[in-house]
């Protein structure tokens, strides 16, 4: 007798990936990934992220520029340029070291031809280790930064380019979800330009302060050695240092002091090498709260101007500039 069936036992066929797609879509995979991360980089950030803002528009004047200031955010904050009577130009960047500030003037001092006087910062936390062996923004900083010296000559071991980082779409700041957020802004005519300052709440003030110094270095070997670099680069070029204590309100200055003195920074710079100038302003605004930021560490507006004018005030009576009265 003949069963008949309507089910079909054969096995099913299986479909397996071949090697000719899977190299057709990791070569679309890289072609694509390439092409937004070359729009991200050259429509968002080599233009509009306040690094290259900066780095631009000191491209554009480095052979006028008499007086350079190098330094992090306190000078990013607390320098308004537009108060000095000379060409001066503030290439400082939130997060930068003795180490990013050597490697920038050592690419472009040639170019400096008008360059008197470069001024360097020397606060409390300037030479804390917090800021050693991390370069902030790799995706700005490794064209400049020669990492076989820094390992070779100052000891940085396991420290190299990682060309990983420096892939815009990876970062938080412009890509993840804030390269789409950048489109909607490019197609409906937003301007689009990163925060150059976190304002952080007076809470948060003995927090930033243990981060800059509970459990580091106050005086870091490796910010001490390229200190004395930019100081001997400067000096085979005769260009004047100048070194600036930056102003603190009292409670930043209170607090700040159980670790580090202001005595002390000084001590340890004069080791490095001889300065032309050394200004000490920490003590100017002491009672002048409204002049600071939340954070106290960091002047607004109105107290830039103002340390500004003191300072243009007291380089000009320091005869260190060619032509001071």
Request: aromatic share 12%; charged share 25%; glycine share 4%.
């Amino acid at each position: 007798m003949n069963h008949l069936s309507i089910f079909n036992f054969e096995p099913a066929k299986t479909h397996q990936l071949s090697r000719w797609h899977a190299v057709v879509f990791a070569a679309v995979f890289v072609i694509s990934f390439s092409l937004l991360e070359a729009v991200n980089r050259h429509v968002f950030v080599n233009q509009k992220a306040i690094d290259f803002k900066t780095l631009n528009e000191f491209l554009k004047v480095t052979d006028k520029v008499q007086i350079l200031f190098l330094g992090d955010s306190h000078f990013v904050e607390g320098i308004d340029s537009e108060v000095f009577d000379r060409k001066v130009f503030n290439l400082s960047f939130n997060g930068a070291s003795f180490v990013q500030s050597y490697y920038l003037l050592k690419r472009y001092v040639d170019s400096l031809e008008a360059l008197e006087v470069v001024v360097l910062p020397t606060d409390l936390h300037s030479f804390s280790s917090m800021r050693t062996r991390r370069i902030t923004e790799p995706y700005f900083w490794n064209r400049f930064i020669d990492y076989d010296e820094l390992r070779t000559a100052n000891g940085w071991e396991g420290l190299y380019r990682n060309w990983f980082k420096e892939l815009t779409l990876l970062d938080p700041t412009f890509g993840r979800k804030q390269f789409v957020k950048n489109l909607i802004a490019l197609a409906t005519g937003k301007a689009f330009e990163r925060s150059s300052f976190s304002r952080e709440s007076e809470q948060e003030l003995a927090i930033n302060i243990r981060r800059h110094f509970e459990g580091r270095e106050a005086f870091d070997s490796s910010l001490l050695f390229y200190f004395g670099r930019l100081l001997e680069l400067c000096r085979a070029r005769g260009i004047h240092v100048v070194t600036l204590q930056t102003p603190l309100s009292r409670s930043h200055l209170a607090q700040a002091s159980h670790y580090v003195t202001s005595k002390e920074v000084q001590s340890q710079t004069l080791k490095k090498g001889i300065v032309d100038k050394h200004l000490d302003y920490q003590n100017l605004f002491l009672n002048r709260d409204e002049l600071f930021r939340a954070d106290g560490d960091h002047l607004n507006e109105a107290g830039a101007r103002i340390f500004s004018e003191v300072l243009k005030s007291d380089l000009d009576r320091s005869q260190i500039l060619k032509g001071s009265r």
